[in-house]
């Protein structure tokens, strides 16, 4: 089991920045890869940023160069930097865990709201 918790969702104007959070416990050295999925009122949950063990990355074309996901092996904890905000990233923001063994097992957090105001 893999518990998740995110942190530093807010308010802020366009073109300002936050740094997203996600603290991860339990069985952490299980981990295969991590990353940040974002669901907006009346819309899907998307991908936004993930990160695999080997520290290859992937981002959305809607947040490439503006986002910056990293994570931090010491900690247990995952980050995502994301400048130049815009209204269309206003949305809900989790933190995703993928543990492998013959099965795909996903954990995800509680949600953290980010809001972009125009």
């Known amino acids: 089991q893999v518990q998740l918790v995110e942190s530093g969702g807010g308010l802020v104007q366009a073109g300002g920045s936050l740094r997203l959070s996600c603290e991860a416990s339990?069985?952490?050295?299980?981990?295969?890869?991590m990353g940040w999925y974002r669901q907006a009122p009346g819309k899907q949950r998307e991908l936004v940023a993930t990160?695999?063990?080997?520290?290859?990355?992937k981002y959305s074309d809607s947040v490439k160069g503006r986002f910056t996901i990293s994570r931090d092996y010491a900690k247990n904890s995952l980050h995502l930097q994301m400048n130049n905000l815009k209204p269309e990233d206003t949305a809900v923001y989790y933190c995703?865990?993928?543990?492998?063994?013959?099965?795909?097992?996903?954990?995800w957090g509680q949600g953290t709201q980010v809001t972009v105001s125009s």
């Open positions: 339990g069985n952490v050295f299980s981990i295969n890869a």
């Open positions: 990160t695999a063990t080997g520290g290859s990355t």
């Open positions: 995703n865990a993928v543990v492998l063994t013959s099965l795909q097992y996903d954990y």
